[in-house]
């Protein structure tokens, strides 16, 4: 059974940090894209960032860019997402995603195959 479950949310005040991770199992992940989702109360899941098996990441320009930095461990097949100066907007359930597909818009929901059960992030002010 494939697998992808992520770990590492929680409450945390504005300006903390916090690293999300993201395991997999089932299958080698470690040639797939891979990404970030958050969905906060109310709105759509919108993406994050994404990262290519070679390293190559691609973050949502207007808001994480240079607060968040999206990783990967593929020995461990685990995908890390690295959060610092959190924000109240910040706050949402963030799901880890992977896909086998080699050319697509990876910022797009619908690339992912598979998907996680998602991790809360509450960040008060």
């Known amino acids: 059974q494939v697998q992808l479950v992520e770990s590492g949310g929680g409450l945390v005040q504005a300006g903390d940090s916090l690293r999300l991770s993201c395991a997999g199992s089932g299958r080698t992940f470690s040639k797939d894209n891979m990404a970030w989702f958050r969905q906060a109360p109310g709105k759509e899941r919108e993406f994050v960032a994404s990262?290519?098996?070679?390293?190559?990441?691609?973050y949502r320009s207007d808001s994480v860019k240079g607060r968040f930095t999206i990783s990967r461990d593929n020995a461990k097949n685990t995908l890390y997402l690295q959060m610092n100066s959190l924000k109240s907007e910040d706050t949402a359930v963030y799901y880890c995603?992977?896909?086998?597909?080699?050319?697509?818009?990876?910022?797009?929901?619908?690339?992912?195959?598979?998907w996680g059960q998602g991790t809360q992030v509450t960040v008060s002010s």
């Open positions: 990262i290519g098996w070679t390293g190559y990441s691609l």
């Open positions: 995603a992977a896909t086998s597909i080699s050319d697509g818009y990876y910022d797009t929901e619908s690339v992912y195959q598979y």
